[in-house]
């Protein structure tokens, strides 16, 4: 694989972009949401903004950013490699924050919302920390 692998890095980091990107905007739009009637022309655009997000961006882009990120652990392997396995480890975190946004997600496209705007301004938070922590794992390489 050694002559794909900078090509696989590559596209793993331009997906990543794109994952954190849907990460770190859709509790922001859940925030607006919120803040509108439910029955509002305003609620039913969040509702088609967040869909699209999700599913034409913030999933598929997850997607491969973790298919391609097992390829290039296959390529360097775990052993020896400490940074890696806490790397992995906050990576899962910013997989169970997706599954949880989808599912915030379906309950405000629902009007089953049972989140206050404080609540998601909170959760955009946990992206962005365990951003910073997998950047500095992977860039200092710490242990």
């Given at each position: ?69 097992l390829a290039l652990v296959m390529e360097i392997g ?66």
């Amino acid at each position: 694989m050694s002559g794909a692998y900078p090509w696989i890095k590559a596209v793993h980091v331009i997906a990543v972009i794109a994952w954190m990107a849907g990460l770190l905007y859709l509790p922001r739009l859940f925030v607006y949401h919120t803040q509108v009637a439910a029955d509002s022309d305003t609620a039913r655009l969040f509702k088609v903004m967040e869909r699209r997000l999700m599913v034409a961006i913030t999933i598929p882009a997850g997607v491969i950013a973790s298919i391609l990120g097992l390829a290039l652990v296959m390529e360097i392997g775990l052993a020896g490699n400490g940074w890696l396995h806490a790397k992995l480890t906050l990576v899962v975190g910013l997989a169970v924050m997706n599954g949880l946004m989808e599912s915030w997600r379906r309950a405000l496209a629902a009007d089953r919302n049972r989140h206050s705007t404080r609540f998601f301004r909170m959760a955009n938070e946990v992206p962005t920390l365990l951003m910073i922590g997998i950047v500095i794992l992977v860039v200092v390489k710490p242990f």
